[in-house]
């Protein structure tokens, strides 16, 4: 069945007949109390679905022979919103990734699929639209205004014009603009740039929402991006931050992924500092498929967020009617009442918060495969993303033809995982006769590389310190925001490889070591995601992090972290198609220090 976002004339008619009792429902649920998202009470009633709608909440007796669900004893909410993620960071396509949400809990969210824009344009954007509809997920949009997002230091197989983000932005699923970056627009208003603001100005004309990425802008900073109508954030550090945001209008974003922990970090500065909570939602941002279990999702960030202080109601309506209030279709989904979807999770009880049943478009989770396909036939068009040709040795040259010394001085980038920012040291290297060997180095040291996708001269070399990998090499083809190939390991021989197995495979994850590969992961959608089941995929990032540990990696996301070594918009040094990267001022730094 390939789905409706939003209902059909039939479909409402079919409600107000449930609701009148002209038709019978197509389930009850039973026995159970709602969430009442409004007045922040459970209550006990029975509800009533038409199809996909609720259509009645009562304390009636279902009529007889109704198909009913008992839930006595359980506490029944609206479906979880996860209002910011970036699907592509979970390595599943879309009919995967809505498989395993709405088994978590998660039946709606909001996405921009900006990554597949700078890798398959406007086509592949409106593809993975389409295969949500083989899903009964609440797949909204936020529409990038143009990719790729530096075009002055980046090279993507395929951009984003302002003008294809006019047409996205009609869409009806669209609710409004994603990721606008707090010092680009600054810096846009400055110069007099009209052409972004131009995009801005229509998204507001038609009421749609610009959504923030702020990170670090505050003071007149942040009143000028508010100035221009940014309504969210979900960029927050800090308590003071999160203060100040509010206080001016905004509404915050907490994350909680597989590398953001300020769920954990912020939370409790709504009761620290007497902030409204219904000005906060829970979001993820990125998280890996490996993380998007029922206890490990949304439930997650509900325990952490009620750990900090937050009362256990204020902490569902973050994750479901306040979300969708911002966004404005809360007369749909993240509330309980007729004419919302009958998207439904059902808890054991709410200390727990253990999910027993989920229940979407009024269909219990694990009888949904008998109403909707969870099929979607991709675009050829949308695979082989990945043009250029293999990496040779002589891409991996750092040292000049007429270098003479026994030493040299390199730069490396360093990680904080704690922040998720990386630091610039300088680190001499012995030379072996003549040339630079890591391999024979005992120093915690790594080859870095990125590679463009399309254009072949374009390979940024640089040097990892304090990964811990002993040997083999690894190599991605996730590079936020631009998806370069990035690869990493002891041996020169090994990160080419790595690399050209990626590009063989045009997209993917590898670890291997002496030719052999140890663990390897396909992602041949845009050459960012699988195909497979996710069952399949989980197994597969499971055997990736193995094999890394299993070789010295020590850093606590060994894989996850490796896409975010490229990523140009973050502090504050990265790896890029031309070299080490100094992302404040976008200058590029060369890895080797030549002695004078």
């Known amino acids: ?38 007045t922040g009470k459970f209550v006990r009633k029975d ?78 954007l409106l593809a993975m639209k389409r295969a949500f509809e083989s899903t009964p997920l609440k797949a909204f949009w936020a529409t990038p205004i143009s990719l790729p997002f530096l075009p002055e230091i980046q090279s993507t197989v395929s951009s984003l014009s302002t003008d294809e983000a006019l047409e996205l932005l009609d869409l009806p699923e669209t609710l409004g603009l994603s990721e606008v970056m707090g010092e680009k627009f600054v810096e846009s208003i400055k110069e007099g740039d009209r052409e972004e603001l131009e995009v801005i100005s229509q ?26 109508g940014i309504s969210s954030d979900h960029e927050p550090r800090e308590k003071d931050e999160v203060e100040e945001k509010v206080e001016k209008g905004l509404f915050v974003m907490l994350r909680e992924g597989t590398l953001a922990s300020e769920v954990q970090k912020l939370a409790g500065t709504i009761v620290e500092r007497n902030l409204p909570s219904e000005r906060f939602g829970l979001v993820s941002d990125d998280m890996l498929a490996r993380d998007m279990t029922r206890e490990g999702y949304m439930v997650d960030k509900l325990k952490k967020t009620i750990d900090s202080g937050v009362e256990t109601v204020d902490a569902l309506k973050m994750a479901t009617y306040n979300v969708a209030r911002h966004l ?7 509330t309980i009442k007729p004419g919302s979807f009958a998207d439904l999770v059902v808890l054991d009880s709410l200390d727990s918060l253990d999910i027993g049943r989920v229940i979407c478009s009024g269909i219990p989770a694990e009888e949904l495969k008998s109403e909707y396909s969870f099929e979607a036939s991709y675009d050829e068009a949308l695979f082989n993303r990945i043009p250029r040709p293999k990496l040779t040795d002589d891409d991996l040259e750092y040292l000049p033809n007429d270098f003479e010394g026994d030493s040299v001085t390199v730069r490396t980038i360093s990680l904080n ?16 006769e003549g040339s630079l060997d890591l391999e024979r180095e005992d120093e915690d040291l790594l080859y870095l590389v990125c590679a463009s996708r399309v254009e072949e001269d374009n390979v940024g070399l640089g040097f990892l310190e304090d990964y811990g990998l002993r040997e083999g090499a690894l190599a991605v083809s996730i590079a936020h925001d631009h998806h370069g190939i990035v690869a990493l390991g002891k041996r020169r021989k090994d990160v080419i490889e790595a690399a050209n197995w990626v590009i063989d495979n045009q997209g993917g994850v590898v670890y291997l070591k002496n030719g052999e590969v140890l663990a390897g992961l396909p992602l041949p959608l845009a050459g960012l995601m699988a195909t497979d089941d996710y069952s399949e995929v989980k197994t597969k990032i499971a055997e990736l992090e193995r094999a890394l540990r299993d ?14 070594l490229g990523m140009e918009v973050a502090p ?16 590029v730094l060369p890895s080797v220090i030549e002695p004078r």
């Open 551 to 564: 070789n010295g990696a020590t850093w606590k996301e060994p894989l996850f972290l490796s896409f975010w």
């Open 47 to 124: 509800i009533w679905v038409a199809d996909r709608f609720i259509a009645k909440l009562t304390e009636e007796e279902p009529p007889e022979g109704a198909n009913v669900i008992d839930v006595t004893g359980k506490y029944i909410v609206p479906g979880f919103i996860d209002g910011h993620i970036h699907v592509e960071s979970t390595l599943l396509d879309p009919v995967n990734f809505s498989n395993l949400a709405i088994h978590c809990g998660v039946t709606g969210i909001v996405t921009d699929f900006h990554e597949s824009g700078v890798t398959c344009g406007k086509e592949g």
């Open 328 to 334: 404005r279709v809360d007369n749909l989904v993240g």
């Open 203 to 228: 998204a507001l004309e038609r009421r749609k929402l610009p959504e923030g990425h702020l990170f670090k802008t505050l003071g007149d900073e942040l009143d000028a991006m508010i100035g221009l």
């Open 417 to 432: 995982e704690t922040n998720r920012f990386t630091d610039l040291n300088e680190l001499e290297v012995d030379l072996i």
């Open 572 to 587: 504050y040094y990265r790896i890029s198609e031309r070299g080490i990267l100094s992302t404040e001022d976008n200058t």
């Open 1 to 38: 069945m390939k789905h409706q976002l939003f209902p059909s004339a039939e479909e409402l008619r079919g409600i107000g007949e449930v609701s009148l009792r002209e038709q019978e429902p197509s389930l009850v649920l039973t026995g159970g109390k709602y969430l009442n998202v409004y």
